[in-house]
Structure formats: C-alpha cells, structure tokens
C-alpha cells in the first residue's frame, strides 16, 4: 500500500474501508467549502458513498489508473490528493485534490502536491504533470503557482458545477524542470 511520510505533521496514505467514516465526516463538515469547486459534494451523501469511493481508487490504483490518498495531518484526516488519472503512453499524471475547512491555510496541501509530484518524478517516472483548476478557484491556483508549475492554457466551459460551466486554468510542470527546481533549492 501506498504511504508517503511528507513531514514530521503530514502523511500521505491510500485511503481504507476504514477511513469511510471520518471521509464522510470531513466531507459533510466542509460541504459548503467543498461544494462552490468540487461537483461530487451533493452525491456524496452517507458513508457508504465515501466507502463506494475509497473502493473505486483502489480498482483505479490496482489498474494503474490512478492514485488516490488520504492526507492525514497529526493522524487526522484532513482532505484528498492523488492522480486522478494517468496516460501512460504520455508518461502524464493528472493532480487533483481538497482540503477540509478546518486545515486550510496551514500549507498542508502545498506540501502534499510538492511530495507527490516528487513521488510521479522519481518513482513514476512521469514526464509531466498537470493540474487543472476551475478559473475563480484562487486558493486551488495557489498551490501549482506556489510550485513553481507554467499557466499553459485557459479552457473555456470545462467543467459543469450544478447549474452552471466553469472555465479551467491549466497548469503543467515537465521532469526536467522540476528535477533543475529541486537542485537549486539543495544548494
């Protein structure tokens, strides 16, 4: 199973069945947050939906789909991040995640998206990786820019959010350039 120690307070770690309960829970507390960006909140009704969830991303995971984890922050779960999708052929994973109410503002999703890009670098042997972002969402734009990620393109009505389309920013980070990002920042 997948487990990614990011710091002393953050680990990253593939959800379990029994994780359904507090999923659920961080969900249902941050629902309004959650909702204004993210169109699954309203599905996401009982904890068998979150249960029904963490099984779709180990079938993803099993089939080399996808890699989807917990961010626990002092053992506590504090939201979701992962690749949502990969296209191996391209050597691509795409990013996607979200923050509970209560631990936004900590940079703990920073840290989560730094450690699992190393991780798709390194060990995935990605080439590149992308992270879309609905065009009003700033605090979601945050973390690729923070990255140091390039503004690639603007994708216009990308996604429907319950009764209306949301453009889409999108970002991309290339091997090569985060491999020379993290050489600077060792010396």
Sequence with gaps: MFVNKVDQDVFLRMLQAKDAEA???LTDESRTVLREWLSWVDETKNIENSRAFIDTCFEQYNNRRGLTTGI???EQL??????HAFSWSNRIGYIGYWLGRDFQGRGIMTRSVRALIHYGFQELKLNRIEIR???GNKKSHAIPERLGFKQEGYIRQAEWLYD???DHIVYGML???WLNKE???VE
């Design 23 to 25: 999923l659920f829970r």
């Design 72 to 74: 626990f922050y002092k």
């Design 78 to 83: 504090a939201g979701v991040v992962g690749f």
């Design 133 to 135: 972002c609905a065009s």
């Design 164 to 166: 209306h389309y949301v």
């Design 175 to 177: 091997a090569d350039e």
């Design 183 to 185: 050489m600077v920042a």
